[in-house]
């Protein structure tokens, strides 16, 4: 069985504890044992990687991911793209992620029926390197809603990325259709979008056609994600059972006291960085900041961050995941969305890195056995150069981050993998040594990693 022993680390297990020196034994794909400064690791045959004082934390969760959106400054680009290249675009993708930490991702719905299925598929049996994923359904939109491109002179669905609903009984039929197809989750358009034209407050959904998807989905055990900006859509979401809430930006008392009551079911990617990246960063792709404001999304954000934070407040578990994959918010960028998370939901560094380890553990539904750096669980693990939790910018470097590992494999590594050592033993202290099998390991402080 292949074993690796991470030692001269600070580990952050993403309980919210404060980091400690120590060491992590890997046995196969899950961590075996993890030893603080003062104990001892028995290595036996393990490989070594000294991480010289690096940071080792839980992967991470994206939890409103888009693979096959492409970089591209328009919602026509993407589903413009051939479905065979599109294909080999997300796997490439799915690739970048896991290189940024990205060990986990649940999928907010594809450009087309089953992009997401076929990745999933694919990494799952070691074909392509990606993160563990959860494959969305594409988008289900009604006649004129977000996601429903067809032109009068050119009305076929090929324009469509989303999947076009009237009434119940063609819910039914769609989600039936991507029930065969093999996806995790369901997920409804059930509010507007102001880039498409259509106020982010607007609800284009019947109670009727609602009411088909929470049914149809019950009785095939398959959970529901929904784009909810309007404060009603939110309150549709708890009504009907719909776990994963993406935005909620203008969810009302009543809506939060509705989401508060049933906070253990639900999950909120609020996808703040779209929300601040097409307000200010979009210049250079014809939306600038007074016409992002003219849209609607100045006060989409203020209205956003105010929410937010009292939703924080209340103990609503709000994840990391920004609709990443547009030209101004290329993906491979999604740990802004960890910064956001401190600055308009007020939330601490801690915080935001419990919110993608231990919360987006909770997300995948392996809250038991991923999410966090413990005996037993999974190892999925990153080790950084430099302390996340007083600048979390680290994790938008590429540079910063020096090992990415993936059910026990190593995917991403600047540290050499040394040979078997025997016992490693962690006194407080002194200088490195390697004595009869034994090392006695300096650490420094884990609140200052030092560059390694």
Partial sequence: MNTVAITNVSIFDGSGAAPYPGEVLIEGNRIRAITREGGYLETGNAR???????????????????????????????????????????????????????????????????????????????????????????????????????????????????????????????????????????????????????????????????????????????????????????????????????????????????????????????????????????ADYGIDEETATRMGYRRELEAASDTLRRMHKRGIRILPGGDYGFAWMPHGTNARDLEYLVQYVGMTPIEALIAATKHGGDLMMRGDELGQLKEGYLADLLMIDGNPIEDLRLLQDPDKILMVMKDGEIFKNTRTLLPPRGVIRSIAGGNPMVEAGVRKAHHPDPMNSRTA
């Fill in 48 to 282: 070594i990687i000294d991480g010289h004082g690096a940071f080792l934390m839980p992967g991470m969760t994206e939890a409103h991911t888009h693979f096959s959106w492409n970089d591209q400054p328009s919602l026509a680009a993407i589903q413009f793209m051939p479905p065979e290249e599109h294909m080999l675009w997300c796997v490439r993708v799915a690739k970048r992620y896991l290189e940024m930490g990205w060990t986990s991702a649940l999928g907010a719905a594809a450009a087309k029926p089953r992009l997401d299925v076929v990745l999933r598929n694919v990494v799952e049996a070691g074909a392509f390197p990606g993160p563990r994923y959860l494959a969305g359904s594409q988008e289900i939109t009604t006649a004129g809603g977000l996601g429903d491109n067809t032109l009068p002179h050119l009305p076929f669905e090929a324009l469509n990325f989303g999947a076009v609903c009237s009434g119940p009984e063609e819910m039914r039929r769609i989600v039936r259709m991507f029930v065969k197809y093999g996806v995790d989750h369901l997920k409804i358009n059930l509010s507007g979008e102001y880039i498409a034209g259509i106020p982010a407050e607007a609800n284009p959904f019947s109670e009727e056609e609602i009411a088909m998807l929470a049914a149809e989905a019950k009785l095939a055990g398959k959970r529901v994600a929904a784009h909810a900006r309007s404060n009603e859509s939110v309150k549709a979401c708890v009504k009907h059972g719909f776990e994963l809430i993406f935005h909620a930006s203008f969810a009302d008392d009543e809506a939060l006291d509705m989401l508060e009551a049933a906070k253990d079911r639900h999950f909120v990617a609020p996808g703040l960085g779209w929300l601040v990246n097409t307000l200010y960063n979009a």
